[in-house]
């Protein structure tokens, strides 16, 4: 099998403009077939409160009602994925940004209403993700950069959480690919101590990921993202690991089922 990395980038990676293009140099060098998809949770929440539209989390994910989703679609798929393309194209790789609606790439359906209401939200199932139209991007040279937004196939956009698009873009692609997934963001790895950058936890099993939740060392926006990382494992993703901008060949914390 060839190798693919999928790489995804959020938090603050986004929001610093000399640490994206740090990250986008060494993932424009990268020689393995690979995808970037990218969050942008604070700059949208940024321009939200500038409009007064007040930001809802929970857990980690984004509450989206019509007016957040106009703001996310704007900021995802226009500013912050459009301005990655244009820099990796400086950097001659020849990326191409998409969004789930393009190429029907990544149909989803929206989130019941459970405890909460997420509101335009989009739950995805990777078997349903067009893994050929992908494939055929990566075969004809172009390097695919995916915005959070996905569709219901009945004209309806819909934000749905970057890692789960990572992790299932993962998974759809482990039928053709070896496929290492690759979290990036602003700390060194899953901390054992939030303001010590140093206490990275080298390797993460199931079991102790759910001990750490128990004592609350890990907590909000770093559990979708362990979800999403387990999930991959578990459906033939070969490789997990979550970094800093400066881990992205190596280092961080890597996840593992065994």
């Given amino acids: 099998m060839k190798s693919l990395i999928v790489l995804k980038i959020g938090g603050n990676v986004i929001d610093d403009p000399s640490v994206l293009k740090t990250v986008l140099h060494d993932f424009a060098a990268l020689q ?6 990218h969050g942008g949770g604070k700059i949208a929440s940024k321009l939200m409160t500038g409009l007064g539209i007040v930001p809802k989390m929970f857990e980690g994910r984004r509450i989206t009602d019509r007016e957040t989703l106009d703001v996310v679609t704007m900021v995802y798929a226009g500013l912050i994925n459009k301005n990655i393309v244009a820099a990796l194209q400086s950097l001659s790789c020849n990326a191409i940004g998409l969004t789930g609606a393009d190429a029907n790439v990544i149909p989803a359906k929206i989130r019941p209403v459970k405890e909460v209401d997420y509101g335009f939200v989009g739950d995805l199932n990777s078997e349903c993700i067009s893994a050929n139209t992908i494939n055929n991007l990566i075969e004809m040279g172009l390097v695919p950069v995916i915005a959070p937004i996905t569709h219901n196939s009945e004209g309806i956009l819909l934000n749905t959480n970057a890692d789960t698009i990572a992790s299932s873009v993962a998974v759809a692609l482990a039928k ?10 602003e700390k060194n790895g899953v901390l054992r101590d939030m303001n010590d950058d140093g206490s990275v936890i080298d390797f993460l099993d199931e079991a102790s990921y759910q001990q750490y ?10 559990i979708p993202k362990l979800d999403s990382a387990f999930a991959a494992l578990h459906r033939n993703v070969a490789e997990v690991r979550i970094c800093s901008p400066d881990g992205i060949h190596q280092g961080g914390t890597k996840i593992r089922i065994k």
């Fill in 32 to 37: 393995s077939d690979k995808i970037l998809i």
């Fill in 213 to 222: 939740k128990d004592e609350g060392v890990i907590t909000a926006g770093m």
């Fill in 176 to 185: 053709t690919f070896h496929v290492q997934l690759v979290f990036c963001f």
